[in-house]
């Protein structure tokens, strides 16, 4: 298996040194909605681009199974996330717990946001359209009420009335709530990819 990580990882950055270059020096800016802006182009250029593209069937093949193509370029996604994060707090000097707090949300959105991209890939739409539509109505929706007083706490609700934000990418009024539904996206999308991943 670690030759398979090897072996999509050294094939990605040489493919796409270029734009992993441009987007990891950008994930560095610390202004929140930038960074998701970057994050969410990060994504899309991933396996999502390679799937809208008509690139997979060249990669599911030996020694790559559409499950190992999946979960190793979002392993891919993590470990640039990871990186930048912790480079990005050394700079900014941030501790380390809130560095690993922004880990945290950043993973959260990015599973997301992943999940999203590669299930509007796998029904034959655009890697990037559909996503980002979804980064502004998940904005708009989690920002309905957004003057009401809400808490972090991992099992306590926000005392406003909107619920969508407890479990949105971007807010994450309730970190327990928006991990679940990052993991129920990006499993979905699995299937979906495993089913008709290769379809175009």
Do not use: C
């Not at 950008?26 to 802006?37: A, I, T």
């Not at 979002?74 to 717990?97: E, H, K, R």
Request: charged share 10%; no cysteine; glycine share 8%.
């Amino acid at each position: 298996m670690l030759n398979k990580v090897e072996a999509y990882f050294t094939k990605e950055l040489k493919e796409k040194a270029g734009i992993l270059v441009v987007l990891t020096l950008l994930l560095l800016v610390p202004q929140y909605s930038w960074r998701l802006f970057f994050l969410l182009l990060l994504i899309a250029s991933l396996l999502p681009r390679d799937v809208h593209r008509g690139k997979i069937k060249l990669m599911v093949s030996l020694p790559f199974s559409k499950g190992d193509v999946f979960w190793i370029s979002y392993a891919f996604l993590i470990t640039i996330i990871v990186i930048t994060q912790i480079i990005g707090g050394a700079f900014f000097n941030i501790s380390l717990s809130g560095i690993g707090w922004d880990i945290l949300g950043t993973l959260i959105f990015s599973s997301a946001y992943f999940g999203i991209a590669m299930i509007s890939v796998s029904l034959g739409f655009g890697n990037f359209g559909i996503p980002f539509l979804v980064l502004i109505a998940d904005s708009f929706f989690g920002a309905i009420g957004n003057n009401w007083e809400f808490t972090y706490n991992l099992f306590r609700s926000p005392s406003g009335l909107n619920p969508y934000r407890m479990i949105s990418p971007i807010y994450q009024g309730n970190r327990f709530a928006a991990f679940v539904f990052a993991a129920a996206l990006l499993i979905t999308a699995y299937i979906l990819f495993e089913r008709k991943g290769t379809s175009k």
